[in-house]
């Protein structure tokens, strides 16, 4: 856990003001781009990031392990959990625990999600990092819930969700901050763009939806279900 004055102070801190390069990656439009990475290593090596969990895994994992941090990876596909970790050298593999474990359908307030259940040894893992990075569920919007567990579970850690140039997220983000007072936040677009989280108060996060919020829920969950099932998930 990351020292609460430093978290505070890094609000105010001047790689938050910067221009950095948006856009996609060349090859994978769906993984990180380097200015995204480069960014997530930058914030690591200036709060003295030491452990790191993630939902999700692939580019992210990889440079996180080749610049010596210890990195916690949650995927719901076994598959390609594997394919992530036939890129790390030996000692990166020492330095990473994986965890594969379904998504299944929770709810977000009042309209249901797919989204992993947060157990025992999952809320563990997360209130012992440093940085908790959300880049998964695949479907993006499913994301929602996955940020609000991330700073449920949160012990003075940053936390940062990936793909909210996309409106759903973005305005997801908008509302719990407005709406939790004890809950900083700032936007940086950089990759795909990040929203970057600290629960100062440790208080449990409002979610405020209103009754649109929750018909467009409903909407999504229909939709994400019918995404995965086009992807043969099951």
């Keep these: 856990m990351l020292n609460?004055?430093?978290?505070?102070?890094?609000?105010?801190?001047?790689?938050?003001?910067?221009?950095?390069?948006?856009?996609?990656?060349?090859?994978?439009?769906?993984?990180?781009?380097?200015?995204?990475?480069?960014?997530?290593?930058?914030?690591?090596?200036?709060?003295?990031?030491?452990?790191?969990f993630e939902f999700g895994s692939g580019r992210s994992t990889k440079a996180l392990l080749a610049n010596n941090f210890k990195v916690t990876s949650l995927e719901d596909d076994v598959y390609w959990m594997n394919k992530t970790i036939e890129t790390f050298s030996e000692s990166e593999i020492g330095n990473h625990i994986a965890l594969v474990k379904p998504l299944t359908t929770i709810f977000l307030g009042l309209f249901p999600v797919l989204d992993w259940k947060i157990d025992?040894?999952?809320?563990?893992?997360?209130?012992?990092?440093?940085?908790?990075?959300?880049?998964?569920?695949?479907?993006?919007?499913?994301?929602?819930?996955?940020?609000?567990?991330?700073?449920?579970?949160?012990?003075?850690?940053?936390?940062?969700?990936?793909?909210?140039?996309?409106?759903?997220?973005?305005?997801?983000?908008?509302?719990?901050?407005?709406?939790?007072?004890?809950?900083?936040?700032?936007?940086i677009k950089v990759g795909h763009h990040f929203d970057i989280f600290y629960n100062k108060s440790q208080t449990k996060v409002r979610l405020n939806h209103s009754f649109i919020d929750i018909i467009k829920g409903w909407s999504r969950y229909v939709k994400g279900l019918r995404f995965y099932n086009k992807l043969g998930v099951k």
């Design 120 to 187: 025992n040894e999952i809320a563990q893992k997360i209130s012992v990092a440093d940085l908790i990075l959300v880049d998964s569920p695949y479907y993006t919007p499913f994301r929602e819930s996955t940020l609000w567990s991330a700073l449920m579970n949160s012990k003075d850690s940053i936390v940062i969700l990936d793909d909210t140039r996309i409106p759903t997220l973005r305005r997801f983000c908008d509302r719990i901050s407005s709406s939790n007072y004890g809950l900083l936040h700032s936007r």
């Design 4 to 52: 609460p004055n430093i978290l505070n102070n890094f609000f105010r801190s001047e790689i938050l003001l910067k221009d950095y390069s948006e856009g996609d990656h060349i090859d994978a439009p769906a993984a990180l781009p380097d200015s995204s990475l480069e960014f997530l290593i930058s914030i690591c090596s200036q709060l003295d990031v030491k452990n790191i």
